[in-house]
């Protein structure tokens, strides 16, 4: 059972690193540019301590393309906690939406 879980639990990781990375900036917007682009890349570095093994133990236990649709599924589903608590955004109807048709997604990548 780990081995089917710790990948999730460090994707899950790595893409909270990842959001804060890309996104964290958007409520600094007076740092200068190349200021955030170098916080940025240091942030990223600890995204990728956890995505490449997420990966590299993952592929043992999943399919390419299930790695990647399990990292879809968490990277829109932090985004989302992310823009509604960090970001302070409204989360409307239509993400929802689009969330169910990525849901679906999952079950047709993941049918055998």
């Known amino acids: ?3 089917y879980l710790s990948p999730i639990v460090l994707l899950l990781i790595s893409n909270i690193f990842m959001t804060f990375a890309w996104y964290g900036h958007l409520k600094h917007r007076s740092v200068p540019l190349l200021i955030v682009i170098i916080i940025s890349w240091g942030i990223a ?3 990728y301590c956890f995505q490449v093994p997420a990966n590299r133990i993952g592929y ?5 393309a299930q790695l990647k649709t399990i990292q879809e599924v968490i990277t829109l589903t932090v985004f989302a906690a992310f823009s509604v608590l960090y ?10 939406i689009g ?3 990525i849901v679906l997604a999952v079950f047709f990548i993941f049918k055998k």
């Open 1 to 3: 059972m780990l081995k």
């Open 99 to 101: 969330f169910i048709f």
């Open 87 to 96: 970001l302070k955004e409204e989360f409307r109807w239509n993400y929802l």
């Open 60 to 64: 043992s236990v999943y399919s390419a």
């Open 45 to 47: 570095f600890f995204e």
